[in-house]
Structures are given as structure tokens and as C-alpha cells.
């Protein structure tokens, strides 16, 4: 009984965020390392976990304001606003967090832009998937909704779309991202080299 833009506008905004964190921020930050930029930053006072919060940072002001812009698009196609506003942004906060925590670590593991980009693509179309954007997860079999309950876009539509509906995200979809976010930028803040 819902419209496809209704249907669509969590994955679309998920989207938006998984592009910004596993596609743009990898192949940039590694391409600097590759042209020694990262080198020369080395040799400044500046702490690696800085550097990646900069860039994060940066990251995320970009998906944040695209996921707006959608959302008023689509409130202006007559999707509903979220009934639980502060549960839709703590989503999409926590789904931002988690994927530029992916983003972070792919960078951190990449040795140029084309590993970087390499690895993105290996990591975007199953999160992607996962997130319901070619099967919609209520058409997913149970081993298939399981494993998107426990992937970062699936934890994050689930999330999303609850509050959508006017009520509080559950915890464990909540949780599924936080995890995401803290081992993966842990990983990526201990694994990062300069050069």
C-alpha cells in the first residue's frame, strides 16, 4: 500500500551514505598516499586518527546534506516525515558512522586508488543487496533477511523504516551499527600507514 519513492527513500538515503563513505573517501585518501601527500603529512605533528576524522568529516557533511535534500524531495512527492524524527536521525547517524568506519578501513588497507576502488566495489554490491535495493527485504527468504539484519544498511533500513513508522529503532539494529562503526574504525586507526 506504500509508494515505490516511500518504498525506496531509506535505501536511497543509505545509498547516498555507503557511496560517500566506500567509494569516494578510499579511492581519495589513497590516491593521496599514492602520490606521496600522505608522506608529507607524516611529517607534521598531526596524528593519523586526526587526518581520518577530518576527512570523515568531510564525508559525512556531504551525505548529510544529499539524505536532506532527498528527504524533502520526497515529503514533497507525499511521502510521509518520520513519525520519529529523533529515532530517523540517530539512524542515519549510526549508518553514517558505520559505513565511513568500512570507508576508513578500506583506506587504511588499500595501497593506491585502484586497490581502493577495488576493494569499494567488492564491499558496495553486497551491502547494497543487503539493504534491499534489488530484492526488498520483506521479500527476502529468512537466511537472506538474517544476514541483512546483520549488515550495516540492513541493520539500517530496519532502523530507519521503524521509525518511519512512529516508533523507537530497537536496540539491535542500533547496535549491529555501532559495532560496525567502533571495530571498523578502530581497525582502520590502527592499521593506517602514511605511506
Known amino acids: 500500500g506504500r509508494s515505490p519513492l516511500e518504498v525506496y527513500l531509506p535505501i536511497l538515503m543509505m545509498y547516498v551514505l555507503l557511496m560517500a563513505a566506500v567509494n569516494l573517501l578510499p579511492a581519495a585518501l589513497a590516491g593521496y598516499r599514492e602520490k606521496g601527500i600522505l608522506r608529507r603529512l607524516s611529517t ?21 546534506v544529499v539524505d536532506a535534500v532527498l528527504l524533502v524531495i520526497g515529503v514533497g512527492f507525499g511521502v510521509p ?12 547517524l549510526l549508518v553514517a558512522a558505520a559505513t565511513l568506519g568500512i570507508g576508513l578501513l578500506i583506506t587504511a588497507l588499500a595501497t593506491g586508488e585502484r586497490m581502493a576502488n577495488a576493494i569499494s566495489l567488492v564491499v558496495f554490491f553486497p551491502l547494497m543487496f543487503f539493504a534491499g535495493l534489488w530484492v526488498p527485504r520483506s521479500s527476502m527468504n529468512t537466511v537472506l533477511r538474517t544476514i541483512s539484519d546483520y549488515s550495516p544498511l540492513g ?8 521509525a518511519l513508522a512512529g516508533h523507537w529503532p530497537s ?16 581497525a582502520a586507526a590502527r592499521w593506517f600507514r602514511w605511506q
Open 155 to 162: 541493520a539500517g533500513v530496519r532502523g530507519v523504516e521503524q
Open 81 to 92: 516525515l518520520p513519525r520519529q524524527f529523533a529515532g530517523f536521525v540517530v539512524s542515519l
Open 171 to 186: 536496540v539491535s539494529p542500533l547496535l549491529v551499527l555501532a559495532g560496525y562503526a567502533l571495530l571498523c574504525g578502530a
Open 44 to 64: 607534521t605533528p598531526v596524528p593519523p586518527r586526526r587526518l581520518l576524522g577530518a576527512q570523515a568529516a568531510i564525508y559525512l557533511s556531504v551525505g548529510i
